[in-house]
Nanobody, 124 residues
């Protein structure tokens, strides 16, 4: 059973930075994808960034050049470094994982394991 636990959220002023972490355990996929998603109040969840088992990264257009996704296989941890944060980046950020099924709009699709989320608040 895959377990994902996010941390690192908080409050920051616009232009600031945060790094989110996602500790993962229990997955045994040979070809997998992990990603970050977010949901702002009153809005649908959207994909932010993904990384597959080959290390290939993809991003949503809204965060390209500002966010960086990475993973440390020795620690089984996924990261999201967020720079130049904007008020519109505010939301609950979720880590997700699953077997690789493809990418649409910069994020992996069909991920079936999700963390509980960590809140990011950016004030302008």
């Amino acid at each position: 059973q895959v377990q994902l636990v996010e941390s690192g959220g908080g409050s920051v002023q616009a232009g600031g930075s945060l790094r989110l972490s996602c500790a993962a355990s229990g997955y045994t996929y040979s070809s997998y994808c992990m990603g970050w998603f977010r949901q702002a109040p009153g809005k649908e969840r959207e994909g932010v960034a993904s990384i597959n088992s080959d290390g290939k990264t993809t991003y949503a257009d809204s965060v390209k050049g500002r966010f960086t996704i990475s993973k440390d296989n020795t620690k089984n941890t996924l990261y999201l470094k967020m720079n130049s944060l904007k008020a519109e980046d505010t939301g609950m950020y979720y880590c997700a994982a699953g077997p690789y099924k493809g990418v649409i709009a910069g994020v992996c699709i069909g991920l079936d394991a999700w963390g509980q989320g960590t809140l990011v608040t950016v004030s302008s």
